[in-house]
Antibody
Framework: EVQVVESGGGLAQPGRSLRLSCAASGFTFDDYDMHWVRQAPGKGLEWVSGISWNSGRISYADSVKGRFTISRDNAKNSLYLQMNGLRVEDTALYYC??????????????WGQGTLVTVSS | IQMTQSPSSLSASIGDRVTITCRASQTISTYLNWYQQKPGKAPTLLIYVASALRSGVPSRFSGSGSGTEFTLSISSLQPEDFATYYCQQSYSTPYTFGQGTKLEIK
């Protein structure tokens, strides 16, 4: 069974840091590009960052560029998101996900249940 | 690439056929995913590359389009279909989503 489980969320003050983790199982992790997608309370979905299977391609949304860093450890089947310089507007449920794209035309998708990040003083 | 969904909300009855439209601000070929999200749950993939039905998704769901205009249709609404639907372009990063269409029971 495919499983994607996020952790590391919590309450942080503006300007502080958090590191999110995503543990994947049930599929060959190093075959897939992986992504972070967030959803602010009551709002829509926003793609945050993505990393290719071999870490050779990394992209960020403009809203987090220069503050967030995505990485992965294929030996541990894990994806990470280092979030520095947190802002109130970063408050959201953060999902770890794989989905079809032009770079990786797979026929499936998997999303975790998300980890909540709250940025408040 | 901006993705614009319409309508933002939609009321319909069981058995109705509904259509949701998604427009891209530039051509994305057929690199368009459709998701369903129910309250408190993660999104689930329904359609990829504009018209391919994900395995296990009921055949009452269908997608079409290419270039900049796409549609998601549900042929005969079932109670479990009332949810929010999102399109997502998967052509180039950032992989932007539409703002969502909330489908409610009339």
């Amino acid at each position: 069974e495919v499983q994607v489980v996020e952790s590391g969320g919590g309450l942080a003050q503006p300007g502080r840091s958090l590191r999110l983790s995503c543990a994947a199982s049930g599929f060959t992790f190093d075959d897939y590009d992986m992504h972070w997608v967030r959803q602010a309370p009551g709002k829509g979905l926003e793609w945050v960052s993505g990393i290719s299977w071999n870490s050779g391609r990394i992209s960020y949304a403009d809203s987090v560029k220069g503050r967030f860093t995505i990485s992965r450890d294929n030996a541990k089947n894990s994806l990470y998101l280092q979030m520095n310089g947190l802002r109130v507007e970063d408050t959201a449920l953060y999902y770890c996900a794989k989905f079809p794209s032009w770079q990786q035309p797979v026929a499936d998708a998997s999303w975790g249940q998300g980890t909540l990040v709250t940025v408040s003083s | 690439i901006q993705m614009t969904q319409s309508p933002s909300s939609l009321s319909a009855s069981i058995g109705d056929r509904v259509t949701i439209t998604c427009r891209a601000s530039q051509t994305i070929s057929t690199y368009l995913n459709w998701y369903q999200q129910k309250p408190g749950k993660a999104p689930t993939l329904l359609i990829y590359v504009a018209s391919a039905l994900r395995s296990g998704v009921p055949s009452r769901f269908s997608g079409s389009g290419s270039g900049t205009e796409f549609t998601l249709s549900i042929s005969s609404l079932q109670p479990e279909d009332f949810a929010t639907y999102y399109c997502q372009q998967s052509y180039s990063t950032p992989y932007t989503f539409g703002q969502g269409t909330k489908l409610e029971i009339k």
